[in-house]
């Protein structure tokens, strides 16, 4: 079966550090995407990154990074620099066959000031 | 570009009434998605729109929802009866022609009481 799954409920990290969340998955599919959605306090899911199963390098879009490990099925998000924004929930989403999201628990990342 | 229209953001009703969400995606964007949160927990999808038709509606408890999107834009969700259990954050999403990226709205808070 389908599975994501983030294994850290939640997290505090210093401001101006970098962080990692941590995400793994299953699928038996040889085509397929991850996602990273962050969910602020106010509810609305915010697209951060994407990472397709057959690209060779790792997604960047500005102070985020996916780090895709396929043989080892991770694909942790990497924040650089963290702010006192970057506070929310984190969601990693995987895109099945049928173009579906599939979500895991998420993630709730703390910045201290 | 204007995002993912929701209202109402919040709804509180008692348990045995009915309720109705509506929905505008981002001009343009043919799939909609509806889906479901509760606290603490990824979203989980209940229906899907591709224009006005439905792609996917396996885990709408048809008994009590019903979903439409008539002439292939705006969308409306209802509930009826509600159940205290129907307590979450319900989410409209759309995509366009990168149809991996699915864009937000900001949510609608129901509270079942």
């Known amino acids: 079966a389908q599975k994501i799954t983030q294994t850290q409920p939640g997290m505090f990290v210093q401001e101006k550090e970098a962080v990692t969340l941590d995400c793994t998955y299953d699928?038996?599919?040889?085509?397929?995407?991850l996602f990273w959605y962050k969910q602020p306090s106010s509810g609305e899911m915010i697209f951060l990154i994407y990472?397709?199963?057959?690209d060779e390098q790792n997604a960047t879009e500005g102070r985020y990074s996916l780090n895709f490990q396929k043989a080892r099925k991770s694909a942790n998000l990497v924040i650089s620099a963290s702010q006192l924004g970057d506070s929310a929930m984190y969601f990693c989403?995987?895109?099945?066959?049928?173009?579906?999201?599939?979500w895991g628990a998420g993630t709730k990342l703390i910045i201290k000031p | 570009e204007a995002g993912v229209a929701q209202s109402p953001r919040y709804k509180i009703i008692e348990k045995r009434q009915s309720v109705a969400f509506w929905c505008n995606p981002i001009?343009?964007?043919?799939?909609l998605y509806w889906y479901q949160q509760i606290l603490g927990q990824g979203p989980k999808l209940l229906i899907q729109?591709?224009?006005?038709?439905?792609?996917?509606d396996s885990q709408l408890p048809k008994d009590r929802f019903s979903a439409e999107r008539l002439k292939g834009v705006d969308s409306t969700l209802k509930i009826q009866p509600a159940k205290l259990e129907d307590s979450a954050v319900y989410l409209c999403?759309?995509?366009?022609?990168?149809?991996?990226?699915?864009?937000f709205g900001p949510g609608t808070r129901l509270t079942v009481t």
């Open positions: 990472q397709g199963s057959y």
């Open positions: 729109f591709q224009n006005n038709g439905v792609v996917d």
């Open positions: 699928t038996s599919d040889q085509s397929y995407g």
């Open positions: 999403a759309s995509s366009g022609d990168r149809f991996y990226e699915q864009y």
């Open positions: 001009s343009g964007h043919a799939t």
């Open positions: 989403a995987m895109r099945d066959s049928n173009y579906q999201l599939i």
